[in-house]
């Protein structure tokens, strides 16, 4: 998982006795056909595979504790499942390869992005799932 600049930015800023932005409650997730780039604003087709532009939110409790990670490094990852129903807007194939972490549900800071294990090919009426553990932030 990749941070974002906004996230990057903060912890920098914080290591240089900044304030650090207040804990979250809860994140969000958006949907992504390819790298989201560091503002997560590309290839986001959220709006367009849920029929609205407002990400689904996940408790950020229900992230792991923070652990040692594969390959090296620290993580947290879901612990519960997310899902994310698609609407009639949907109207033809989307394939999602990653997913993007936000503050809000719209608008907001983007955190931090992902790549799917495998991409998914996502058509109307079709639920988008996140099985506990699939998300990892990572750092190293």
């Known amino acids: 998982m990749a941070f974002s600049q906004y996230l ?3 912890i920098l800023s914080w290591v240089k006795n900044s304030t650090f932005p207040s804990a979250l ?3 969000y997730v958006s949907l992504h056909t390819a790298d989201p780039g560091t503002a997560g ?3 986001d ?3 367009s595979v849920r029929g609205v532009a407002t990400r689904v939110g996940i408790a950020s409790t229900a992230f792991s504790s923070v652990g040692a990670a594969s ?3 620290y993580e947290i990852t879901n612990s519960m499942v997310s899902q994310q129903t698609t609407s009639a807007a949907n109207t033809s194939a989307t394939t999602i390869s990653h997913f993007g972490l936000w503050d809000t549900s719209s ?7 992902g790549t799917l294990t495998t991409a998914v090919e996502i058509q109307q ?3 988008v799932q996140f099985n506990s553990g699939a998300m990892a932030v990572k750092v190293v």
Do not use: H, I, P, Q
């Open 8 to 10: 990057a930015t903060k």
């Open 107 to 113: 608008g907001g800071n983007f955190l931090a992005s």
């Open 45 to 47: 087709v959220t709006a």
């Open 125 to 127: 009426g079709d639920t």
């Open 71 to 73: 390959g090296g490094g």
């Open 25 to 27: 409650s809860n994140v």
């Open 41 to 43: 604003t590309n290839n």
